[in-house]
């Protein structure tokens, strides 16, 4: 019986394993907005609620919103013109700009489906068509779905760590959508973003040579030991400053 039963368990594991492959396979979709073909297993729906459910958490963590209605308004006017002047208004994702109260951590970031950060300790260093590149960069990764990426290939190993677990008789599969997933982004990532905010500040009247000028003030706050959290997973500020450099030359037309 236990011989008979460890064979099932490897069949089962298996055909999870099997399971898994195909449906990765059938979740292939291109992206209308940036044409690359993508891994995703939710629909736009899906995307804001999980934005939605995980913003007052996100916020919490770096001290709630920042007490001072007037800036928060200049954020959501830089946020909204970018979003109206760009293939973001076409978009169904419900985008919110946040102000947040950290004074100590450079950082902003995206959850999907358009809930956009910034710390006051980012913003603080920012002049406004600063602030519209890093909003446009956060909005690049809304439209680019490069959190529903994540969450997507995050199914796919824990279906696959499912198996392995079934067939090795192993237990423990960690359930449910991490931070880390939410926000961790690859290199592929941040570059599409950093060329998507350079066209949107191109096509909302910014001059997107101040995207350069991002890049060193995330440079010089890293100090030379430290980086700071918002280019923690980040290509280096010299290798992105080259690609926005690119960018500016395509789309320097734009309108």
Excluded at 68 to 92: C, E, H, R, W, Y
Excluded at 170 to 183: D, E, S
């Amino acid at each position: 019986m236990r011989r008979g039963n460890w064979k099932i368990r490897i069949l089962i594991g298996l055909a999870i394993v099997a399971f898994a492959y195909i449906q990765r396979c059938s979740n292939k979709e291109e992206n209308p907005y940036t044409g690359r073909v993508q891994n995703i297993n939710m629909d736009a729906n899906q995307e804001i609620a999980i934005g939605l459910q995980s913003a007052p958490q996100m916020a919490q963590q770096h001290g709630g919103l920042y007490p001072d209605q007037k800036l928060q308004n200049f954020v959501d006017a830089v946020g909204n013109k970018l979003v109206q002047n760009s293939i973001a208004k076409d978009t169904p994702y419900k985008y919110e700009f946040h102000l947040l109260a950290d004074e100590k951590t450079i950082n902003a970031f995206a959850l999907p489906g358009g809930q956009i950060f910034i710390t006051y300790a980012l913003f603080s260093k920012l002049n406004e068509a600063q602030l519209a590149g890093v909003l446009g960069h956060e909005i690049g990764h809304v439209i680019g779905r490069h959190s529903a990426e994540r969450i997507a290939d995050s199914n796919f190993w824990q279906t696959l760590s499912t198996g392995a677990s079934v067939g090795a008789d192993m237990g423990g599969v960690v359930n449910g959508i991490g931070q880390k997933t939410l926000l961790t982004n690859g290199r592929g990532d941040e570059l599409e973003s950093d060329e998507l905010g350079v066209l949107f500040m191109i096509q909302s009247g910014y001059n997107p040579e101040e995207m350069i000028a991002v890049m060193k003030i995330l440079k010089a706050a890293a100090g030379p030991n430290r980086q700071p959290e918002f280019q923690s997973t980040h290509p280096d500020p010299e290798n992105r400053i080259e690609k926005i450099k690119e960018a500016i030359e395509k789309y320097k037309n734009e309108k």
